[in-house]
């Protein structure tokens, strides 16, 4: 019984998303998104600004309530108004914006330990070693010492990835990381997200970096006018578009 129990969390989806719609007053920002993950699944969401990206990845994560339709992460429901149920989501989903907004008066070490010290109230050694390693995984192995504004931008971003994933999240959100950088400081950004990728790290990616989506993505999302316009693996989507609202998306990158 326990075995297929497991087995049947390890084959259900660890996003799953039915019917979702969100509206901001009169504005239905998401028209019903319909959006199942599996676990290790890299997914980039793509489309013109406004048409809701953000939008979902923060439903996704509980910073956002929605009005219609059901949102499970891991098997556990989106529950607002229940701060518990809240508290455990927040826990599995790691998210990742484009202003890093680290700690400026907390060392680089200390804004990965952050986190697991108060939410799982680990204690400090294991933290620290937790830190250590997270930060090695990241390239940053030497800066445990140093003050954010001490690093590039890209090593910032860094941070933040490291950060997130001290929670140990089950997935993790990452909305447009690299639009703040330096085109200079982007690639060693996407080598680390590639990286946990290549780790079985469950992704969900709104991104502008078409290369990478294509390289690295299993699915890509193409979000319209608040509703999912078309979905596919990266070379039907880039190769074949069927939309014309895709056609002209990839035609206007160009
Ligand atoms: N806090 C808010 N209050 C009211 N409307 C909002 C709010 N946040 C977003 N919106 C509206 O919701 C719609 C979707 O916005 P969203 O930020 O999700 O788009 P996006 O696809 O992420 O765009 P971008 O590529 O510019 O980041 C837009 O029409 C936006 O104006
Ligand atoms: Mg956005």
Redesign the pocket.
Known sequence: MVIEQQIAKHHSPIVHIAGLRKF??S?E?LQGIDLDVQRGEVVAII??????????LRCINGLEPFQHGALQVDGLALRHGDARAMRALRQRVGMIFQSFNLFPHLSVGRNVMLAPRLVKQADSTAAMAQAQQLLARVGLADKFDAWPDQLSGGQQQRVAIARALAMAPSVLLCD?ITSALDPELVGEVLRVVEALAGDGMTLLM?THEMGFARKVADRIVF?HAGRIHEMGPPAAMFGDPQTAALKQFLSALT
């Open positions: 901001y007053g504005n920002v489309g013109k600004s406004g048409s809701g990206k953000s939008t979902l447009e709104v979000m």
